[in-house]
Nanobody
Framework: QVQLVESGGGLVQPGGSLRLSCAAS????????IYWYRQAPGKERELVAA????????NVPDSVKGRFTISRDNAKNTAYLQMNSLKPEDTAVYYC????????????WGQGTQVTVSS
């Protein structure tokens, strides 16, 4: 059974930090590109970070550059999103996505974790 489970969200004050985790099971995690997306109320889903199967990050938008860092531990089947210097506009539901194209498309999503940045 394929599962992606995000955790680590919560309420944080502006300027604070959170570390999100994405725990995978039921598939070969180390073969997948991992993406973190977010979606704020009334807005489209936005890509905030991505990391290749071998650990190279890419596709970092200007809105989070220098503040968000994606990483992964293939031995633990887990990806992370370290978020520093959080701003109210970072408030959103954050989703983890595992993606692979190998003859056909394999695409898995987690249920999301809420991040609220507010004083």
């Amino acid at each position: 059974q394929v599962q992606l489970v995000e955790s680590g969200g919560g309420l944080v004050q502006p300027g604070g930090s959170l570390r999100l985790s994405c725990a995978a099971s039921g598939f070969t995690f180390s073969s997948y590109v991992i993406y973190w997306y977010r979606q704020a109320p009334g807005k489209e889903r936005e890509l905030v970070a991505a990391i290749t199967s071998t650990g190279r990050s890419f596709n970092v938008p200007d809105s989070v550059k220098g503040r968000f860092t994606i990483s992964r531990d293939n031995a633990k089947n887990t990806a992370y999103l370290q978020m520093n210097s959080l701003k109210p506009e970072d408030t959103a539901v954050y989703y983890c996505n595992a993606h692979r194209i190998a003859g056909k498309l394999y695409d898995y999503w987690g249920q999301g974790t809420q991040v609220t940045v507010s004083s």
